[in-house]
């Protein structure tokens, strides 16, 4: 299935050029991960130029520029059937997930044919026909609904797993424990996903953070845990295969935490000039996942020519969604009152 | 027609749903010994721990999850133990539940009925007997039900449980004993109230338990040849405008009684929508009764300062028929 | 008298405050970078970080934490960033801080400040755009403010700050930039309004950002020679009874207006006690304004369906001045 | 400063009869243990009385009784002017924090001269004249106000210590981890402990809670916490003067794993019939502390006559307590809208 770099096997490293590589790289593998992550970004740069520049994005939009390997490697392991929540700074996830650009452009743009019908905006982006069970606007709010959902499907005997994805931050909120230690007492089939792009807003984290590790919060809840370096795709992966054989074996949870990095603002509009001086840029330099896998595929022969026309492709794919939202109408008036309820609708009594 | 309690109504309607769909499941604190009012005593037994199921203490956890469990599928009955316990979960109700459907845009259900047991009860004090089914009226995406006898217990949990939206659903823990007849052929309807009593004088309008406050200060009323109609609303979201609006045409007078703080009550919305839409109809002011805006206290000759009685709501009837002073 | 925003009256507030009273802090995420709508900015460099407090984003543990350190002797000022949020910490809100004083039988109080900006601010949707202050008002204990302009901002920030109990405290997130004069001697009272238009035609009563809309319509209608008396009620609770009394008094004509969702929201309590009290001065029927029971979108077309505009009050406020249908 | 069983000395300890014994008990220490523990018991014991052949007690009241020696114990080392807050089962520890009992049994019977003025009642009970900032009639709540009142010391600059009373359930709710974290970041000179008396109402808490360790969670949140017999006054209260020692020196929080066991039901009206047969019995043989702590002093050589006088003494002085609440009126009735706020308030505008 596709060119190796090395002779498959057990997984062995290597160090090649000052870096380590796994000698069992399948290049298709690497190349699709790369491939994944051209998307997210160029999907989230196509949504803040209409943000900046011509100011089609009404909302707040949260970017994970940066953050790219932590949706590409877990979910590359889901199924459709899969079911996922996830957070204010949903994007990456929900294209990882299977979710059409072009609907979702056109949510991010307030339009007809987005794919919550325009009404959810960024924040609340959501694709239940792939699984993902929306976004949310409300930090750690997705973490009791995702022990719900694995409860749901233990309930139900269906043989689909969750995945949760949240935030630093959101290890600081009640949900966090009340939905982690949920899913402990139930034995439920899902992984908790702690994206950890060391800011919450302006504040750095740790600062409001007691402890060393998230993990060990975890741990103390009897989950199997593990730290992972959430800039490397492959390192992603793996760590996700394990899990998730594990879930998908066992039924029960587990955690994995990854440090990943916020190379932009908190929202589109935020300078995030409250960081130290140097430190995106140094940082940018150093942990950028796509910068990565492309050094790696490189080392591992792969021509620079190819992964450029991977990045093209993914900028036109999310160009040509910008274009169909763009040209896409507002929401019909009158679905403002469909979909609230069906009992004392507000079509038929609004007052 | 069977006789049962209140409790018992609304634990038949559960059984009976549960043999029927088994999708539909429960899950609360100590639910696995019959929940702390004994509402759901002999479940566990019959349908087992996964679909009766107890819980940590973790409000915020058990509304979260019997949502992300709706979205995939079941149709959860979340118990809440006391109403004011389910404010550990107002993010997961208000910003969550009620409103994901429409976030979604259509994508999503969430057919949940969250048993809220509300109101005073004796010397349970300021944490323990607060009534806030106005709250939840006010939130949309949100059905609110107060049923007052084992019928309406009975016919609307099972219309609960059958909605596709989510129900807040506010039993009062004073009348968990309460017996009455139950047929089970008569269907619970959201929106229309249930005239307990017809009257010609003054109408009452009232609902959860000082809705049988109100048919006793009716009966007292009689007494004096004051012919009171009182209006049992039974759900509050959406709620019978028709039925009152129909009944103060006749009246002429309307007097709304609950036991939550009038203040932002709920009773305010009904004599505002009468007062909106009917105004030329009332012979008489308007009036609410309701609890002052002060706490309840756990001492009973102060708590007893914060009840509206069946003697009270029948004295404001009375002031109501009075002839205007000269 | 200076001019400043909105934003900047009620931030001045505060630093005067802290001047005065080492007891006073703020607490919040974000706040040592300004707050989420910089309405702090500078505070931290003024008082320092122990008193321009960072949080970790724990609005339970933010409003539960303060309240004990209020219970000790401090005086917090706590920031919950979107109303929306502060439902994270509505046990802490409603069953410990509103409560405590009187559970406890007078031995303590809860002298604190909770900023809770509210409102609809274009496409932030269904989870970050909702005026739920009929609730804060509904709950005995409480204090209840929404102010609408810089002046009011500061001299009600003032006031909250050194009132010793619970003020919920309701800033519209829509005017952080608004500007206006603000006199620093002009002091805030609680339950007393402000009229910003006197007029004997119509009263429209408002508060929020609302009431300036409700101040555009009455310039609309003045155009159109109807005399509008605009009450921008700045507390709910207390509210000023008397004023909009008086001024029914004089126009007959109640129309309130707000941005809340109509069903339930604090326009129903202002029209049912008009209603009660009043309703023999009433030449038509009182009016409520505001959104319908539906959700807010984040597509502009449908969000601005749910809002009310100064047109929408107008054009109500015209239909009662128009001669009865024959 | 009293009579010694042994030497002082560094603690050692020594098998005595089978049991072990401190080498360095302070017989008089052990004594005023014991007897606070019989204070508290004989209290509960008159308040259930009340309640149960009387009807003299309205509300729920929850009682403590097999759980006294952690009240006893820990608050042994705070002074007056220390904080404190507690849950629905706050008897104990409002007695060992110095409240009056006669305050307190007027409180639980509604009457005038109740600590709450009759407000509260049991579930409610506090003494700000001792630092007690109040009982919890929501479990977990006190936890954040817990914290927030050493967060108020250290703003102040006072030297007060706060200590943070929850139970086994209360653990498995958002303010466990807000509140720890809340303590850690902060760095507050806090005491959280647990008392674990192995029940949530009617569940067996093990049931419902993830993981092995509370103690666990705690310190993967940063604190130094440690596991202790609940049942060992004399463990609780030396645990205790460490942990107490180190915050009062260093402000920074720790937290203590109490183990102990609810002797009757979650309320005076529950039969407890969920339990195994036979445990309570069990346990109540085993591990009740006053049992122990008798034994304990017994086999250093003090006599039968002089504990059976202090028993005496602490049921007599509760009985009087009780006798004096009996003898209360009720609050006057103009009391019923004062306190609940000074702006709008009801007594001037009920609605
Ligand atoms: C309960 C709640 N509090 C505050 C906010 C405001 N807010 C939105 S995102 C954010 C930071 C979240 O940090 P983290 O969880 O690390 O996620 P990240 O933004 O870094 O992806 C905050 C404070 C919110 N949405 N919900
Ligand atoms: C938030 C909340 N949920 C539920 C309850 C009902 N309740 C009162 S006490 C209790 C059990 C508490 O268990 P634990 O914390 O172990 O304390 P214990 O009763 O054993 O002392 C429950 C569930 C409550 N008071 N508050
Ligand atoms: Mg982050
Ligand atoms: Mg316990």
């Known amino acids: ?351 | 027609m069977a006789v049962m309690s209140y409790a018992e109504a609304a634990k038949q309607a559960i059984a009976e749903a549960m043999r029927a769909d088994p999708r539909v499941w429960c899950v609360g604190e100590d639910l696995g010994r019959g929940g702390v009012f004994k509402q759901y005593v002999g479940l566990v037994e019959e349908f087992g721990p996964a679909r009766v199921s107890d819980a940590p203490i973790s409000e915020a956890a058990i509304m979260g999850a019997a949502f992300g469990a709706a979205l995939v599928g079941t149709r959860p009955i979340v118990e809440m133990r006391f109403a004011d316990f389910a404010l550990c979960a107002t993010d997961e109700l208000v910003n969550q539940i009620a409103k994901a459907r429409y976030m979604f845009g259509g994508q999503s259900r969430a057919p949940m009925v969250i048993r809220k047991p509300m109101g005073m009860w004796r010397s349970s004090a300021a944490q323990h007997s607060q009534s806030l089914e106005a709250w939840y009226a006010h939130i949309p995406g949100l059905v609110v039900v107060c049923p007052s006898t084992p019928q309406d217990n009975y016919a609307m949990m099972k219309a609960a449980i059958a909605c596709d939206d989510p129900v807040v659903y506010l039993e009062h823990k004073n009348i968990w004993a309460l017996e009455g007849e139950v047929d089970p052929d008569a269907p619970g309807a959201f929106g229309q109230a249930r005239i307990r009593r017809q009257g010609g004088d003054v109408t009452i309008v009232s609902w959860s338990d000082c809705a049988n406050r109100a048919a006793a200060a009716a009966a007292m009323l009689a007494e004096d040849g004051i012919d009171a109609e009182v209006i049992d609303l039974i759900s509050l979201w959406p709620w019978d405008k028709a039925a009152v609006l129909g009944s103060v045409a006749r009246t002429g007078r309307l007097l709304v009684a609950h036991e939550a703080v009038a203040v932002g009550g709920f009773g305010a919305e009904v004599v505002a929508t009468v007062a909106e839409r009917a105004a030329h109809r009332l012979k008489v002011p308007p009036r609410r009764i309701g609890s002052p805006r002060g706490l309840i206290a756990y001492a009973p000759n102060l708590e007893d300062q914060m009840r509206v009685t069946a003697e009270a709501i029948a004295a404001a009837a009375r002031q109501m028929m009075e002839p205007a002073p000269a």
């Not at chain 1, 976004?135 to 269906?158: D, E, M, R």
């Not at chain 1, 043989?159 to 139930?186: K, Y």
């Not at chain 1, 984290?205 to 103390?220: E, P």
């Open chain 1, 1 to 351: 299935m596709g060119r190796t770099a090395a002779p498959p096997g057990a997984a062995e490293e290597a160090g090649i050029g000052g870096r380590v590589i796994r000698r069992n790289l399948d290049i298709d593998t690497g190349l699709d991960r790369l491939a994944m992550m051209e998307r997210i970004r160029a999907f989230e740069a196509a949504a803040e130029r209409a943000a900046v520049d011509e100011g089609l994005v009404l909302g707040a939009i949260h970017l994970s520029t940066g953050q790219e390997a932590v949706a590409t490697g877990i979910i590359a392991h889901l199924d459709r059937a899969d079911y996922m929540t996830s957070t204010h700074r949903g994007h990456g996830h929900t294209i990882a997930k299977g979710a059409d650009p072009v609907a979702m452009m056109k949510e991010l743009l307030g339009r007809e044919g987005g794919c919550c019908g325009g009404k959810g905006g960024s924040m609340h982006i959501a694709d239940f026909g792939v699984g993902m069970l929306g976004a949310n606007g409300v930090v750690s709010a997705n973490i009791t609904i995702a022990a719900g959902a694995a409860h749901g499907v233990k309930l139900l005997g269906g043989d689909q797993i969750t995945v949760c994805f949240f935030g630093d931050g959101a290890a600081n909120r009640g949900p966090f424990l009340e939905g982690i230690n949920w899913a402990g007492v139930f034995d439920l089939p899902i992984l908790f996903v702690c994206e950890d792009n060391r800011y919450s807003a302006s504040t750095r984290t740790a600062d409001m953070t007691a402890g060393d590790s998230l993990a060990d919060r975890a741990r103390a809840m009897g989950l199997t845990a593990a730290e992972i370096d959430g800039n490397d795709v492959n390192a992603v992966a793996e760590a996700a295969a394990g899990a998730i054989g594990r879930i998908r074996a066992t039924g029960r949870p587990e955690f994995l935490h990854a440090v990943t990095y916020r190379q932009g603002g908190h929202t589109y509009f935020d300078p995030a000039a409250y960081r130290p001086p140097g430190e995106a840029a140094r940082m940018a330099e150093t942990t950028d996942p796509i910068r990565r896998q492309r050094e790696l595929l490189a080392d591992a022969g792969v021509a620079a020519a190819q992964m450029d026309a991977i990045r093209a492709e993914a900028r036109a794919e999310m160009e040509a969604a910008l274009d169909a939202a763009r040209a896409a109408p507002w929401p019909p008036a009158a679905s403002a009152f469909a979909d609230v309820q069906d009992i004392g609708s507000p079509q038929r009594e609004p007052f």
